[in-house]
Nanobody, 116 residues
Framework: QVQLVESGGGLVQAGGSLRLSCAAS????????MHWYRQAPGKQRELVAS???????NYADSVKGRFTISRDNAKNTVYLQMNSLKPEDTAVYYC??????????WGQGTQVTVSS
């Protein structure tokens, strides 16, 4: 069983920065791909950034150049550094751990609100 706990959300002005963290329990973190998703009110959940077990990284076009995903396997933690935040980045951000089709876990989400 894996538990994911996100932290670091909050209220920030446009142009500001936030760093989200997602701490995972269990022993499969280092061999799992980690993803950050977000869901804005009235919209579908969308993939923001991914990092594989060998640190191959992908970003949604909307956040490229502004967001950075990273992982620390020693701490079982994945991060999302968000810079140059825009009001359209406002959403609940979710951490997701995925390993094969068997292991697929979600965190509870953390609210990010960017004011204009």
């Amino acid at each position: 069983q894996v538990q994911l706990v996100e932290s670091g959300g909050g209220l920030v002005q446009a142009g500001g920065s936030l760093r989200l963290s997602c701490a995972a329990s269990g022993s499969i973190f280092s061999i799992s791909a980690m993803h950050w998703y977000r869901q804005a009110p009235g919209k579908q959940r969308e993939l923001v950034a991914s990092i594989t077990s060998i640190s191959k990284i992908n970003y949604a076009d909307s956040v490229k150049g502004r967001f950075t995903i990273s992982r620390d396997n020693a701490k079982n933690t994945v991060y999302l550094q968000m810079n140059s935040l825009k009001p359209e980045d406002t959403a609940v951000y979710y951490c997701n751990l995925r390993f094969t089709t068997v292991y697929d876990y979600w965190g509870q989400g953390t609210q990010v609100t960017v004011s204009s």
